[in-house]
């Protein structure tokens, strides 16, 4: 019998990689659970369904759809999130299946939930009783009809376990909103990270609360600083371990953000940042007894370790990258979500590999990634990751394609994941014959706080730079053809893309995927403001050379590259207005180009059918424009 010849994983089966998030330990260490994410095609959807490892009990069972999976401090039950009529509801159940009990019912659901630390009940983050900017407007004018924006601010609330009880709101009435929060192992207090509004341009007005939970008082903290995520108590409730500038947070206001670990003594006031040398990307995932569980980026490795308040790291997992992690209280139990070069995502429990993911590639061929370097035409040293076939010959001339991640403050890994691309079908690519690099070019992170900052007040020209001095090193080796290289990429890389097609001649086609154009019109409709002060040193009303230089309709009339144009309807951090523009100018410099606009999309699609669009025009494109297919 013939044997079927093996090929690629399609666009379908990229999309249907099952992605795996948020590990769980129960506190005794014999349980562990997590969520597996899958595409249902007959929905048209992503499922959540929770899974469990039972330590003494074989392989993972699937247990329920959910998400956020939480033991009890008794390791008896596990609860979690579900959705129900339009919102998330904590449910919780015992581990041997007898008991079900559905906790809370608001109409609007739950965004985030902590068991109380005696096990009796929840807290939980839920929209406020009443919209905060009518709310303002009432206690000034009085009963009236508003038809601006409204909005409910997160705030905290507690309810017990029996589900039959009323909630009791901690901090409803409060003039904030909460993006965070912890609680102390006895209970007594909750440290709440907020903000005055849900609206991301409160980011500069974050600051941190302690609520004393028995006598209901409420204690701003005195943190100058811009603040991360992972606020977290330490074990004895008297310190508070959290992400945070290096700098105050004034400084930042024109200035890119780096950042560190700080600790606050809830005694004292005294604060310190353990930690002189570590990339920006640190965060705290639990303090424990045997030390504050951390993460960071190290080039393309994302670490776990643990910290001492002297700032010492005892190193946990140096290779690959650990993509959450999870430990007991007592530090003597971990797991974590793991994925090593080449490989997707696995769940490691004491250390040892419980799940199977990678046989989803069973039976097909997989592409080769590897970490490349080159130098800029500045003298900066760049890495990126260049995707192979399987069968690739090194004496061989490819056409080339660049796929430039978003962020900037990101990065592109040697790992295979639907989780971190979901719309360049890179193993399609392959098959068809391409080579792809993705350069982690300046401003990337993981590769230290000076590279993340080299890229300021010279967004898209250094950028630019840093992509096509990697182009020219893999065609000087004789592997990359020269007449056929292809751009791409979204967000921030759509709008390098867009630089480097307009102010270049080096590329056959490109694609620019909710990219910015313009960053004075950009400032002005995105979310998000503060980022474009703190990379260009200024607004464009104070300084409009800067926002001329680094945009890409600056340079339109230099246009040649054809160019496809991809944009969500309602994108609100780069709004599709930016699209419109660079769409104009190509047609009116008579470059060809095409432009698709996905209705109700913002950043991405929750429908695999749209992710499958997204990446199948991509990949039309390129075979025709590059290829000539």
């Not at 005696?118 to 004018?141: L, T």
């Not at 002189?276 to 951390?294: A, E, M, Q, Y």
């Not at 769940?347 to 993911?357: H, M, S």
């Not at 800067?546 to 709004?575: F, N, W």
Request: one cysteine or more; hydrophobic letters at 35%.
């Amino acid at each position: 019998m013939k044997m079927a010849e093996q090929t690629y994983p399609t666009i379908k089966d990229l999309i249907s990689l099952p992605t795996i998030s948020s590990p769980n330990i129960s506190d005794d260490g014999k349980n562990t659970a997590f969520v597996k994410r899958t595409a249902d095609w007959n929905d048209n959807a992503y499922k959540n369904h929770i899974w469990i490892f039972e330590n003494n009990n074989g392989d993972p069972r699937e247990l329920i759809e959910g998400t956020s999976p939480l033991w009890s401090p008794d390791s008896r039950n596990l609860a979690y999130l579900r959705w129900v009529d339009g919102g998330n509801q904590i449910f919780a159940e015992s581990v041997d299946g007898e008991s079900r009990v559905q906790v809370t019912d608001g109409k609007e659901g739950v965004s985030a939930f902590k068991w109380d630390p005696a096990g009796k009940g929840f807290y939980y983050v839920a929209p406020s009783n009443e919209s905060q900017d009518i709310k303002k407007r009432r206690e000034i004018y009085g009963d009236f009809h508003y038809a601006g924006k409204e909005y409910r601010n997160q705030c905290l609330y507690y309810k017990d376990f029996s589900g039959n009880s009323v909630a009791r709101p901690l901090t409803d009435g409060s003039d904030f909103h909460i993006h965070e929060f912890d609680i102390s192992m006895d209970g007594k207090k909750a440290v709440l990270m907020t903000a005055p509004s849900p609206d991301m341009r409160e980011f500069f007005n974050r600051d941190l609360y302690v609520l004393d939970i028995e006598a209901d008082g409420l204690e701003k903290l005195n943190v100058d600083r811009l603040l991360g995520g992972g606020v977290c108590f330490s074990p004895d409730g008297s310190k508070l371990c959290y992400a945070a500038s290096i700098r105050e947070k004034e400084y930042y206001r024109t200035r890119i953000q780096d950042s560190t670990l700080e600790i606050f003594d809830l005694h004292t006031g005294h604060r310190t940042q353990p930690l002189t040398d570590i990339d920006s990307t640190v965060v705290p995932l639990r303090w424990t007894t045997k030390g504050i569980l951390i993460k960071w980026q190290d080039k393309t490795n994302v670490c776990i370790g643990l910290l001492s308040e002297d700032g010492t790291v005892e190193m946990v997992s140096r290779d690959g990258f650990i993509l959450d992690a999870s430990m007991t209280g007592d530090g003597r139990h971990l797991s974590f979500i793991k994925a090593m070069a080449n490989e997707t995502f696995e769940v490691y429990v004491a250390g040892k590999r419980i799940t199977d993911e990678n046989s989803f590639f069973g039976g097909k061929i997989k592409s080769n990634r590897e970490i490349i370097s080159w130098q800029s035409t500045d003298g900066l040293e760049i890495e990126g990751v260049l995707t192979t076939p399987a069968a690739f010959d090194a004496k061989g001339k490819y056409p080339l394609l660049v796929l430039i991640h978003g962020g900037p403050a990101w990065a592109s890994f040697p790992i295979h994941s639907g989780c971190f691309n979901d719309k360049y079908p890179v193993e399609t690519f392959i098959e068809e014959g391409f080579i792809v690099l993705e350069p982690n070019y300046r401003g990337s992170s993981g590769y230290g706080n000076e590279f993340l900052k080299a890229n300021y007040r010279h967004l898209g020209l250094g950028d630019c730079d840093d992509i096509i001095s990697g182009v020219d090193a893999l065609v000087d080796k004789g592997i990359a053809d020269k007449e056929r290289v292809g751009v791409m990429g979204w967000s921030q890389g759509g709008f390098i893309s867009a630089f480097c097609s307009i102010c270049s001649d080096r590329f056959k086609a490109a694609s620019v995927g909710g990219g910015i154009t313009n960053w004075r019109h950009h400032y002005a409709n995105t979310d998000i403001p503060w980022f474009i002060r703190m990379h260009l040193g200024s607004n464009p009303w104070n300084d409009s050379e800067i926002y001329l230089k680094t945009s890409p309709m600056t340079y339109i009339k230099s246009a040649c590259t054809p160019t496809l144009i991809q944009h969500g309807e309602v994108d609100a951090r780069v709004p599709i207005t930016n699209s419109y523009e660079l769409y104009r100018g190509l047609k009116d410099m008579g470059v060809e180009t095409e432009f698709v606009v996905f209705k109700g999309m913002a950043y991405s699609s929750e429908q695999p059918g749209v992710n499958m669009a997204v990446m199948e025009q991509n990949l039309g494109w390129f075979l025709e424009r590059v290829l000539g297919e």
